[in-house]
């Protein structure tokens, strides 16, 4: 179905009727000019993410659905980062004509699943047209007691260095799909000259054969290689992590999510709170089949590691007192810890040598 059949206020109204506010600080969601939120007791957080069609996806490889889950994603992803609880979810969207109704079903169906699993409410939000395809900018509420909340800014020296899960898996699920697209599209326009060909010489026989072999274009073999493609293409928000510091006594002192890189994430905590750092490559914390594949690509692992990003993972400092109740938590690696300003930002390699860590995540606008 045509979106312009049913109208914007006809596809909103398909999209969140049967949203039910799970949030007692949801007043009031869809439905009116205003969301109306309440919260008595607590700081507010609040944190919006774009993406664009072509910059942050691909729709030859993520579905509208797994686009919906990781928009959602990303955002609850900055609410868990500043130890928050995320409440409540607008969604705006501006499509081009190529989009269906149901096509946004699937999309929803997506931001759905991912705000159920975090009990979030859809709130509200923005359709509009689009001239160069989809757009999608999703803001996040959330809350926080004001003596829980995490910023970048309260590293101190000799606080440890953690993260999360395993890192640089996402980069390497999106050089894989990148790959795979490039040899899909090779083929295809291979077959489209010699369909063109057999067109200009009138060969019928040859024609359906082409035509056959157009339509039966290999689907590349992701066999050993599924965890890459789910970190890159279902992003998950560590809030286990967070319950589970909560769970421990641990206040992080700063934190961010892995989203550009953990060298870029790391040296906007250095920055911001005048603190040093030193790591070491052998903690870093690396699937197996991340690096079985930086190695098929001919690719440092470390490297993708340190700048891939899109892991979302949880980077944070806690006190060096804190040392043997981060030993004992599931998923959490220690990586170094935090020095003075003027000893700068250090990586140890594996060979006990030590290099000058350099910010090389992704740069947006650049």
Known sequence: MEIQKIGEFGLIERLT???KPQNTSTKYGVGDDCAVLHYPDSEVLITTDMLME???FDLTYID???LGYKSAMVNISDIFAMNGTPRQLTVSLALSKRFTVEDMEQFYSGLRLACDKWGVDIVGGDTTSSYTGL???ITCIGEARKEDIVYRNGAKETDLIC???DLGAAYMGLQLLEREKAVYYEQYNELQKKIAEAKANGDSQKLSALNSQLSTL????FAGKEYLLQRQLKTEARGDIIQKLREAGIRPTSMMDISDGLS???MHICKQSHVGCRIFEKQIPI???TAVMAEELNMNVTTCALNGGEDYELLFTVPIGDHEKIQEMEDVKLIGHITKESLGHVLVTRDDQEFELKAQGWVHLK
């Open 17 to 19: 009727k049967d949203i």
């Open 54 to 56: 072509g910059v942050h």
């Open 64 to 66: 509208l659905q797994h």
């Open 135 to 137: 757009a999608i900018s």
């Open 163 to 165: 993260v999360s899960g």
């Open 218 to 221: 290999a689907t590349p073999d």
């Open 264 to 266: 870029s994430e790391l």
């Open 287 to 289: 699937d197996y089949q």
